[in-house]
């Protein structure tokens, strides 16, 4: 009945509803990881690190982002491993196994509990937050409208402003 993606990608003949506030996108690194292969300065320096893939649901790599002083640069990136799942991607970059670019808030608990270090936060763009979207019909169905409730009351993205 429905589908939850980050604001810009949600199809245009669809209506959202926002879910969370607006959300940074991030790259971290494991301590070790980052002591073994150095900090990345700038996002071309992401050519010499292992960075871990996303694969997204229609099955092409996600190209990672960034932006600064009004440049932006999308980009490739090289790495031996790929996922599609947020939680082994958060295992794999806590092991070390390479740079991870996620959303801030997935990030937050593995950043203070010291197992993850962000890099390049000054390149960090920032994207509308998640949304729910549903095909216009004149009634929302009621267990639709009681998960929308449900996400909003415990907003796991941080509070609406």
């Known amino acids: 009945d429905a589908g939850i993606r980050h604001g810009g990608t949600v199809p245009e003949d669809m209506i959202a509803q926002r879910l969370s506030p607006d959300i940074r996108w991030v ?3 494991a301590p070790d990881y980052l002591e073994r292969y150095g900090v990345p300065e700038h996002p071309r320096d992401l050519a010499h690190h292992n960075c871990l893939k996303v694969r997204l649901g229609d099955h092409s790599l996600y190209r ?3 932006e600064k002083d009004g440049e932006a640069i999308e980009m490739d990136v090289p790495g031996a491993i790929t ?4 939680r082994f991607g958060m295992s794999l970059v806590a092991g070390g196994a390479g740079l991870i670019y996620m959303a ?3 990030l937050e608990p593995l950043v203070a509990a010291g ?3 962000l890099v390049l936060e000054d390149w960090a763009p920032v994207s509308e ?5 549903y ?3 004149r009634q929302l ?3 639709l409208r009681l998960l929308i409730d449900t996400i909003r009351e415990i907003q796991p993205g941080g509070p609406l402003s």
């Open 27 to 29: 790259v971290g690194g």
């Open 64 to 66: 990672w982002e960034f």
């Open 83 to 86: 996922f599609d799942d947020g």
């Open 104 to 106: 801030e808030p997935l």
């Open 115 to 117: 197992a993850v270090r």
């Open 129 to 133: 937050g998640y949304q729910i979207y």
């Open 135 to 137: 095909s216009g019909r």
């Open 141 to 143: 169905p009621t267990g």
